[in-house]
């Protein structure tokens, strides 16, 4: 079993910047590839972003990257989530995961964290 916690969420203005927070624990978490999911209100979860368990490897949608970039730190189990240039519809509660495969994880995902809301305001 894998826990994760996500933290760093809050309110932030257009063109602003937020970094969200994953701590993992249990048993060989730091093995597994984790990333980012996020659901806005009336929608279906997104795939946001993944990186491989040794941090060499991220993916992300078109259409995201360029303002998210994700990185961990293995020393301390952590996944974070850098936000930049926020836009109101990015708004969601943002989810972090974890899974077997980095290349995988848009649609593969074992773990899940309970997530962080995110919001922008115009």
């Known amino acids: 079993q894998v826990q994760l916690v996500e933290s760093g969420g809050g309110l932030v203005q257009a063109g602003g910047s937020l970094r969200l927070s994953c701590a993992a624990s249990?048993?060989?978490?730091?093995?597994?590839?984790m990333g980012w999911y996020r659901q806005a209100p009336g929608k279906e979860r997104e795939f946001v972003a993944a990186?491989?368990?040794?941090?060499?490897?991220?993916d992300y949608p078109n259409s995201l990257k360029g303002r998210f970039t994700i990185s961990r730190d293995n020393a301390k189990n952590t996944v974070f989530l850098q936000m930049n240039s926020l836009k109101p519809e990015d708004t969601a509660i943002y989810y972090c995961?974890?899974?077997?495969?980095?290349?995988?994880?848009?649609?593969?995902?074992?773990?899940w964290g309970q997530g962080t809301q995110v919001t922008v305001s115009s």
């Open positions: 249990g048993r060989a978490s730091s093995t597994y590839a």
């Open positions: 995961v974890a899974g077997t495969a980095w290349y995988t994880l848009y649609y593969d995902t074992s773990y």
């Open positions: 990186i491989s368990s040794s941090g060499v490897n991220t």
